[in-house]
């Protein structure tokens, strides 16, 4: 995690509730300047651990901006996570309009710009 957060990769990073304080005091300095988003979970280790194939799991990020909201939209109590939701709802925004651009871009080299 702290490898992807300071690579500038991390879209969400996520922390268990029983995680340490350290953890979280971690997540949250990986993040610290950046667009990234830190979240403490309402699901222990062990449940995230046992999502995705571990006897535990206590931070993970994730790079995928569209997985990344699509996981926060499907934890409960979603207004405690507005604005997390908010600056992630943004950034897909802002990479659908990126890749529409290059789309654009790559059909404009490939078949010449008319005038």
Same mark, same amino acid.
């Given at each position: 995690?702290?490898?992807? =957060?300071?690579?500038?990769? &991390?879209? +969400?990073?996520?922390? /268990?509730?029983?995680?340490? @304080?350290?953890?979280w005091r971690r997540a949250?300095?990986? %993040? &610290?300047? =950046?667009?990234? $988003?830190? %979240?403490?979970?309402?699901?222990?280790? @062990?449940? +995230?651990?046992?999502?995705?194939?571990?006897?535990?799991?206590?931070?993970?990020?994730?790079? @995928?901006?569209?997985? &990344?909201?699509?996981?926060?939209?499907?934890?409960?109590?979603?207004?405690?996570? /507005? @604005?997390?939701?908010?600056?992630?709802?943004? !950034?897909?925004?802002? $990479?659908? !309009?990126?890749?529409?651009?290059?789309?654009?871009?790559?059909?404009?080299?490939?078949?010449?710009?008319?005038?």
């Amino acid at each position: 995690v702290g490898a992807v =957060t300071r690579a500038l990769k &991390a879209r +969400l990073v996520i922390v /268990a509730s029983d995680a340490g @304080d350290h953890t979280w005091r971690r997540a949250k300095s990986f %993040v &610290a300047g =950046t667009s990234q $988003q830190a %979240v403490r979970l309402p699901h222990t280790k @062990d449940e +995230l651990g046992m999502a995705v194939g571990r006897t535990s799991l206590a931070i993970a990020a994730f790079t @995928d901006i569209s997985l &990344a909201l699509a996981f926060m939209k499907a934890l409960p109590e979603q207004e405690k996570y /507005a @604005d997390v939701l908010e600056a992630l709802q943004e !950034q897909e925004k802002r $990479q659908k !309009q990126r890749q529409k651009e290059a789309k654009a871009h790559a059909r404009n080299v490939r078949f010449g710009k008319k005038k």
